[in-house]
């Protein structure tokens, strides 16, 4: 079956630090691949995608992501991560290449020390 | 902006009663759909419209209605509410580069 999986219910760092969220999906082929942000009571904004070609994809607020067809990953990664990005993080994935409709992973809680 | 905008962003309903929740596109795209977000779980999505006059039954579709009358606008209803449908329910649309944007969503609770 068609899943996706965030295995990382919540997360903690310290600010500076690096960051690195978990995402992996079980599918046959290569389906396409989505991280979104979201802030408490706030809707979702698209941080970054991929659907072909280069496999580290760069995205908004220095975040980036890289695919590993091997492992069926689509990790997102900030190098150093600001206060501003405690949120909540979603990886959601494309199986239905006629509707383009997107699963979502279960969500990972990012928290922020200073 | 995502080009999505739902009403109401709040309610709160008692049991059995109904209510539409109404979302509308300010762009002129064909695909259109309904989530619902429920904590742990992620978003499931409740329906899909692919173009005006056609809509298809998503992952948990089980005590929801939707009409898709027109391009810019797709209502997702509630005929008898239950506390299960307590939820956040968000609305979006397919954009450009296949891109699916959300709305700011409506959070509902039913007692």
């Known amino acids: 079956a068609q899943s996706v999986t965030q295995p990382d219910i919540h997360i903690t760092v310290s600010e500076g630090a690096s960051l690195e969220l978990r995402c992996n999906y079980s599918?046959?082929?290569?389906?396409?691949l989505f991280w979104y942000v979201q802030s408490p009571g706030q809707g979702l904004q698209l941080l970054l995608k991929y659907f072909s070609g280069d496999t580290l994809v760069q995205g908004i607020k220095g975040f980036e992501a890289e695919f590993k067809r091997s492992q069926s990953s689509f990790n997102l990664r900030k190098p150093s991560v600001h206060w501003s990005d405690a949120a909540e993080y979603f990886c959601?994935?494309?199986?239905?290449?006629?509707?383009?409709?997107?699963?979502f992973g279960s969500g990972t809680r990012l928290q922020v020390q200073p | 902006n995502a080009g999505v905008t739902q009403t109401p962003k709040f309610q709160v309903l008692k049991t059995g009663q109904s209510m539409t929740l109404q979302c509308a596109q300010d762009m002129n795209h064909n695909s259109m759909y309904w989530y619902r977000q429920d904590p742990g779980m992620g978003l499931r999505l409740i329906y899909y419209?692919?173009?005006?006059?056609?809509?298809d039954k998503g992952e948990v579709p089980n005590g929801y209605n939707v009409s898709r009358l027109n391009k810019r606008e797709f209502s997702l209803r509630l005929e008898s509410a239950a506390p299960s449908q307590t939820s956040v329910y968000f609305c979006a649309r397919r954009g450009g580069g296949n891109t699916i944007y959300f709305g700011e969503g409506s959070w509902l609770t039913v007692v």
């Open positions: 959601a994935v494309a199986f239905d290449t006629g509707r383009r409709a997107l699963t």
């Open positions: 599918y046959g082929a290569t389906p396409y």
């Open positions: 419209s692919a173009s005006e006059g056609t809509t």
